[in-house]
């Protein structure tokens, strides 16, 4: 089993910034990729970034590119979400998602809002 926990979120204004990270406990060398998704109220969750755990290789949905970056710190089980020039459409709950082979385990969620 792993455990996520999220922290991070928040309210910004438009144009701001936020981190988010993401600690993972447990059967941790198990994992193969780390990431985040978002879901705004009505739509579909949706990729946000994610980051092997090997390679290291990111992956970024189109909406976030070149204004989001996601890392990851081996020695804390961590990983992060840098996110700058935010707009009100990213406003949305931030899942923190990591992957094995043959399954996944999803955090709690935290709360991203963008509004003046």
């Known amino acids: 089993q792993v455990q996520l926990v999220e922290s991070g979120g928040g309210l910004v204004q438009p144009g701001g910034s936020l981190r988010l990270s993401c600690a993972a406990s447990g059967v941790i060398f198990t994992l193969t990729a780390m990431g985040w998704y978002r879901q705004a109220p009505g739509k579909e969750r949706e990729l946000v970034a994610s980051?092997?755990?090997?390679?290291?290789?990111?992956t970024y949905g189109d909406s976030v590119k070149g204004r989001f970056t996601i890392s990851r710190d081996a020695a804390k089980n961590t990983v992060y979400l840098q996110m700058n020039s935010l707009k009100p459409e990213d406003t949305a709950v931030y899942y923190c998602?990591?992957?094995?082979?043959?399954?996944?385990?999803w955090g709690q969620g935290t709360q991203v809002t963008v509004s003046s």
């Open positions: 980051i092997s755990t090997s390679s290291g290789t990111t």
């Open positions: 998602r990591a992957i094995r082979l043959g399954g996944d385990y």
